[in-house]
């Protein structure tokens, strides 16, 4: 039942978290450092924003390979499912016509994110390429903290998308702000916990 439970959640918190991207994306206001460097390299060249997420991916885990991380279910599920699942999206919202509009996809595209990455982190099955990459270099660098790992990753991807033409704006500033609490919220919530294991024999005789 738990692993049943840990593939669907696997599987919807990817969908959503593309979908998420998609309602960031239709408020034209600003999106997460990552989604500012696909949506660059999607303008510049002409492929879909989704399959720019896809292909990306691919180089971000081969860089896994010197950092000696190991790809999960999870992992490769990510790359094939996020990318889609934006285009889809983005095929079937509409953009924001007004200030409000505009407002409530960028809220509800930062809340959304923020509940499908407590979802497919929660299933416990693998990070996603971008994720595994800054904790990879984290474990391969432990005298520099995350968090300056992190920032040295999003501050660059952020500046190369926006010199392509990716979309800075407040809800950059927005996403910054509020992930860390709402993944901080939904996490612990949404984790699937590690099974309980049978003591062994040889445990129950020594008590």
Do not use: C
């Amino acid at each position: 039942m738990s692993l049943v439970r840990r593939v669907t959640q696997l599987l919807l918190g990817l969908v959503l978290y593309g979908v998420s991207m998609a309602l960031m994306i239709e408020s034209g206001l600003g999106l997460n450092p990552w989604d500012v460097f696909h949506q660059g390299v999607s303008e510049v060249t002409g492929i879909s924003f989704g399959w720019v997420v896809l292909l990306t991916g691919v180089p971000v885990l081969l860089l896994w390979i010197p950092l000696r991380q190991r790809p999960g279910v999870g992992t490769v599920a990510n790359l094939l499912i996020v990318g889609f699942a934006a285009d889809a999206a983005l095929a079937l919202l509409p953009a924001g016509s007004t200030i409000p509009a505009r407002v409530g996809l960028l809220a509800a595209g930062i809340l959304l994110n923020g509940f499908a990455t407590g979802l497919y982190i929660g299933s416990r099955m693998g990070p996603g390429p971008r994720d595994g990459l800054m904790t990879g270099l984290a474990r391969r660098f432990p005298k520099v903290s995350l968090r300056v790992i992190r920032t040295g990753i999003e501050l660059t991807v952020l500046g190369a998308g926006f010199l392509l033409g990716g979309t800075v704006g407040v809800g950059t500033i927005a996403y910054a702000l509020a992930i860390g609490p709402l993944v901080h919220l939904f996490l612990p919530r949404l984790t699937v916990p590690e099974p309980v294991r049978a003591p062994h024999p040889d445990q129950l005789a020594a008590t």
